[in-house]
């Protein structure tokens, strides 16, 4: 029947001869060809069977198909077409038609929800069949164990392990894999090293599955050497190698800063024919950001693309960090440029990413660039504060967890506001305290920066700020001022001056995309004119010792002589002298032939030079006092 199934059109029904077929078959032979039809990519007619058995008229014999085995092979069916709702439906009709559920109803049931993202419901579904005295067996708890790994509920997931023991089912391999892949995506890769001692305790031998996940638990416990023997170990055993093993290698090369290594693994990979995914081109990238090899991970993005595979925003934030590290700010804007017209979508690490590359540039129409991202990114939902409004306790701006360019952009446009309020309302429209965050402490899930608490407690002293370390319940170092306070301080003329100085980036925030490519142009020539002019100066005038004639080398000391004299008479500084005796020596070194009595007046025009090129309050010699000295 399912071959039959099969050869149909798309929008041709269901022949008479199947319904037929359907007289001479029990309801487990009607499972086995849902399951077939599924496996032959035909869901949709698998379905279709199914619901017109289950529209039969009660007294039809063809109605009593409809019992827990096709009912469960088509809630199973629901997890391909992620349709959680109709498995729901399905289970509630066999409760309301008094159709027994099993364990493994139950069980299917919460693959769907689980597949679906609905992992409460999914425990929903395992209470409700402990509530209905239904026993679950070995696969309902390796799928309980993964539901509780889903929800960060790894000290659940381990106690199912004992509670399996406890009622008699005894776990099998896949069980423990489960379980310590479970522990990892908790992040708890000791408790999963612990269960795979538990493993092999308990007499089970592990396999490729099993060593996949030893290998992420190394990773995540900085233990390359460890994951790199359970590595040769697989090869030993000639174990199959997947992408999930290379990926979570290569990952532990990245945590543990050995760029190197990660090439040479992805190296091995390829050999291996086995087919690099994203993940295993970001951790790839990640390890050359981590290296500084900006170069490496540009040529990794650069295959990962041309081998069909599609960046994300987590390849991007690593090929963004990785520019910043090299100091290759350019190519960090272009590659967020890429990026957006990918449409991947930037979310607040890569916003942070970018926007502290281009802040720490120093360039002003770069950090105006800076603004305008952090401008978007707000737009966007990131880095979202209190709005300053006028109301009783106090209003903070937290810069805790942002990188040192984003924490600076991000103090800027508050002090704005609270200047532009001030300017219209006066201390009516801020509320009473005003405060800035620079470290929640421990309490916090996301790790500060101790350059941003630094940087902002020196920049309010430097500009004599009325913002003053207090001691805080909830945070670990908060800058407090009342609003009178700020108020006085933000009108006033030096905060004007000082905040112009520091961050001059306010008419550069309003520069068009074409304005910033004629800049970057500009400065990119004039970058080029400059390195041209010197690399022409240190090859006409580069001090080349073997070049210096024989006489020039005993007079030397005589002329040095000479010159310190003169500049005492004239009145001339020492570093005079001494970049006159520079000069002299490189006119020495280039000059083809210079006849030896001429050397004294090269001597005195150097000291010239140097004087008329020095500090402004050098005072130059004029021809006539150096005719009547000389």
Known sequence: ?????????????????????????????????????????????????????????????????????????????????????????????????????????????????IKCGKLPLALEIYNNMRAANCMPNVVTYNTLVDVYGKLGRWERAIHVLDLMKQEGVEPVLRTYNTLIIACNMCNQPREALAVYQRLLSDGYTPNSTTYNALISAYGKTMQLGKALEVYQEMLRQNMERSVITYSSLISACEKAGQWETALRIFNEMQQDNCVPNTVTYNSLVTACA???????????????????????????????????????????????????????????????????????????????????????????????????????????VNLHAM????????????????????????????????????????????QGNCIVKEAVAAMMSFWDAPFRL?????????????????????????????????????????????????????????????????????????????????GYVQQRPVLISRLLDLSSKLGLRDEVVHDAVLLMDRTASQAKQVAEDVLPLVGVAALVIAAKQGDSSDRVPTNAEIEQIT
């Open 1 to 113: 029947m399912a071959v039959i199934i099969q050869k149909l059109g798309q929008n041709e029904e269901l022949p008479e001869v199947i319904f037929r077929a359907l007289h001479h078959v029990d309801s487990r032979a009607v499972a086995l060809l849902l399951k077939d039809l599924s496996r032959l990519g035909k869901d949709r007619r698998a379905m279709e069977l199914f619901d017109w058995l289950r529209s039969a008229n009660e007294r039809s014999p063809l109605r009593q198909l409809c019992d827990v085995y096709s009912y469960t092979a088509t809630i199973s069916l629901c997890i391909y077409s992620q349709d959680v709702d109709r498995a729901m439906e399905l289970m509630n009709e066999m409760r309301q038609r008094n159709i027994e559920r099993n364990v493994h109803t139950f069980t299917a049931l919460m693959n769907v929800c």
């Open 290 to 396: 981590q290296g500084g090899q900006w170069e490496k991970a540009t040529e990794v993005f650069e295959q990962m693309t041309a081998h069909g595979c599609t960046p994300d925003v987590v390849t991007y934030t690593a090929l963004i960090s990785a520019y910043e590290r090299g100091g290759q700010w350019q190519k960090a804007l272009q590659a967020f440029g890429k990026m957006c017209m990918q449409g991947c979508k930037p979310d607040a690490i890569v916003y942070n990413a970018i926007i502290d590359t281009l802040w720490e540039t120093g360039i002003i129409w770069a950090q105006g660039r800076a603004l305008q991202l952090f401008l978007t990114a707000v737009q966007q939902g990131h880095f979202r504060q209190e709005p300053v409004v006028r109301r009783a306790g106090r209003v903070e």
């Open 470 to 550: 207090v001691q805080d319940g909830a945070y670990a170092s908060v800058l407090e001022a009342t609003s009178a306070q700020v108020v006085e301080w933000v009108t006033s003329m030096p905060f004007s001056a000082q905040l112009a100085s520091l961050f001059p980036i306010t008419d550069s925030s309003k520069m068009t995309e074409d304005m910033y490519a004629v800049r970057e142009q500009q400065v990119l020539q004039e970058c080029q004119e400059a390195f041209a002019a010197v690399q022409h100066f240190e090859n006409t005038h580069g001090l080349v010792l073997s070049n210096m004639s024989t």
């Open 403 to 446: 990188t040192a360019g984003v924490a600076m952009v991000c103090l800027y446009c508050w002090l704005l506001e609270i200047k532009r309020i001030a300017a219209e309302k006066g201390l009516a429209g801020l509320p009473q305290t005003l405060a800035i965050v620079t470290d929640m402490g421990k309490a916090s899930r996301e």
